[in-house]
């Protein structure tokens, strides 16, 4: 460690006042900051912990130790000692606006709409070319329901789901809840929760244009 003279640090009466307690004895300042943990300057623990809470999710969603180890690339033993280990805080999965937003508040909200889809019976799309809203409160008038798909009566009718809208070529559509829109139009709701995806390229246009008419 390198040591100053106080003469060249400090202001000349903060000097007189340390004098009195400390002349001519070698001192050390603290610094004011806590000392930052194993992982936290360069982030690393936070990817574990999401890593990890993302492995609990899935596994609790129905996921085996197999499918999970092949798709975080880890052993089967790693995973079990994630999933069987010390409890990792995670988020309940329901189709819900309150599980949404659980999801969302945690960073999550991708791993809710994937968990939604799947349960639908639909592939989750490539969503490295979107940027994905938080959970906001969109107006119906927007929303067209394009090509819609058969399912089962029973998973859409609840208006407690959020929607799961795309916007693509300056269109807002619904591709796998257009009877869950059908019926929220048909009660005469003005606006419903919902995951927003905007094609990367179109991302600033729609949030400039459209993001003051959405409400959190």
């Not at 180890?69 to 409890?87: C, N, Q, R, W």
């Not at 591709?175 to 139009?185: I, N, S």
Request: hydrophobic content about 35%; overall charge neutral.
């Amino acid at each position: 460690m390198k040591y100053e003279n106080a003469k060249d640090v400090l202001p000349a009466k903060l000097l007189e006042e340390v004098q009195k307690y400390a002349e001519g004895k070698v001192i050390y300042i603290p610094r004011t900051e806590k000392g930052r943990g194993w992982g936290e300057a360069s982030g690393y623990r936070d990817k574990l912990k999401k890593r990890n809470t993302l492995i609990c999710s899935r596994y609790s969603a129905g996921q085996s130790v197999l499918e999970l180890a092949e798709e975080f690339f880890l052993s089967p033993e790693t995973i079990k000692k994630i999933v069987y280990g010390k409890k990792v805080e995670t988020p309940i999965f329901s189709p819900s606006i309150p599980s949404a937003a659980q999801y969302a508040s945690a960073g999550m909200g991708e791993e809710w709409v994937r968990i939604y889809l799947s349960s639908l019976r639909q592939e989750m799309p490539q969503l490295s070319e979107y940027f994905m809203s938080e959970l906001i409160k969109i107006p119906l008038r927007l929303i067209e329901a394009r090509s819609p798909l058969k399912t089962d009566e029973g998973e859409q009718s609840s208006f407690e789901v959020p929607l799961v809208v795309f916007y693509e070529q300056g269109e807002f559509s619904v591709p796998f809840q257009a009877p869950l829109l059908e019926q929220l139009k048909t009660e005469k709701r003005n606006a419903h929760h919902a995951f927003v995806f905007a094609r990367n390229q179109e991302y600033s246009f729609f949030w400039n244009n459209y993001g003051k008419n959405f409400q959190r």
